[in-house]
């Protein structure tokens, strides 16, 4: 099968006739085998019934359903393992995204060799409320993650190699770091398309302002455990002996000061009188806990079943 497509949904009634109508279209011109693959995310309106329907009309529908809503990231992960096709593209079902773009996204990962391929939405169609934070967040994660070629991380339309959709997993929050994940995989080659984008035609968009904070914390996790999940005593041993240190050179310094003011007969002052003395105890005690902490994670991650699971792209 020549292309998955992969449209989670949470209360997309109206847009589902729509999409699956026009993706039908683009897949039949162009002669493509594929898969339209509907992940249901608990949608409360009805959405399900209409799937139904439009699975009884084109069985080239596979739908599943979630008994609740899970969030985006789990439904695509849902539709990461049951996709079939040799390049999987994932859109919003709200009809931002257009189908029209398929056939291109396609070529690029087929004939251009990509592992990735991000729609880039250079000109939105959504108010600045969200399209300003939405910069800052693709810069911050530019620079963190190394891929300094894409403008816009969090696009709905993307397209994938197979091997890049079966090797990653997304849960949480992160379907706005799929490009992070996939470099983390191995997956180097990622290209960026620019695709239109329409204003949402019906319902309202689905993620609050508290978008931009979780996506943060999402950012600092996913970078933290690609870097040291496997080695969590790096990060934390390097900070817990630098911390202890510092405090121990200072209160070293602190008391060797005052025997020598001692022993020459000088004034000097008592070390708790010292704001700098409180600084050391403090440094000697985080950098202690950060050792502490830096056992028990590996203890933890040595105890892990992902503990030996690598990337293997090729044995002979
Ligand atoms: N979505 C989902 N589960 C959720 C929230 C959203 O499957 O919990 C789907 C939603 O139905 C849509 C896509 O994710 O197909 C993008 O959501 P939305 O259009 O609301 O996001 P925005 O365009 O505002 O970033
Ligand atoms: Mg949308």
């Known amino acids: 099968m020549d292309i998955s497509v992969v449209i989670p949904l949470y209360n997309e009634a109206e847009s589902l006739p729509e999409l699956t109508a026009w993706i039908k279209r683009v897949m039949d011109d162009n002669r493509f085998s594929y898969e339209i693959i509907l992940i249901d995310d608990g949608s409360t309106d009805g959405s399900w019934m209409i799937i139904e329907g439009l699975k009884a009309k084109n069985p080239k529908i596979t739908a599943v359903k979630f008994r609740r809503n899970y969030g985006k990231s789990a439904a695509l992960n849902v539709g990461f393992t049951v996709a079939q096709g040799d390049v999987v593209i994932t859109m919003d079902a709200d009809l931002q995204d257009s189908p029209d773009e398929i056939p291109e996204l396609y070529r690029r990962i087929t004939q251009e060799d990509f592992d990735l391929v991000s729609g880039w939405k250079q000109k939105r169609h959504d108010p600045p409320s969200k399209t300003v934070p939405t910069k800052l967040f693709n810069s911050v994660t530019r620079s963190m993650s190394g891929i300094h070629n894409l403008h816009d991380f969090n696009c709905g339309l993307k397209a994938y190699k197979k091997d890049v959709v079966k090797s990653i997993e997304v849960y949480g929050e992160m379907h706005r770091y799929i490009p992070v994940i996939a470099k983390w995989a191995g997956f180097s080659r990622i290209g960026e398309q620019v695709v239109l984008h329409y204003p949402r035609k019906y319902g309202k968009t689905k993620f609050g302002p508290g978008r931009f904070v979780k996506g943060f914390l999402d950012l600092l ?65 985080i950098g202690t806990q950060l050792f502490l902490t830096g056992f028990i994670a590996e203890l933890i991650s040595r105890n892990g079943s992902e503990r030996n699971s690598y990337q293997i792209e090729k044995v002979i």
Do not use: C
């Not at 999940?229 to 310094?253: D, E, N, Q, Y």
């Not at 060797?256 to 000697?284: G, M, W």
């Open 221 to 285: 996790s996913i970078f933290f455990v690609g870097k040291f999940g496997k080695r969590p005593m790096h990060f934390f041993g390097t900070m817990g002996v630098l911390s202890f240190l510092a405090g121990f050179i200072i209160a070293a310094w602190l008391i060797v000061e005052k025997l020598i003011s001692i022993s020459n007969h000088t004034s000097y002052r008592n070390a708790t009188d010292q704001p700098l003395f409180f600084f050391a105890l403090i440094a000697i005690i």
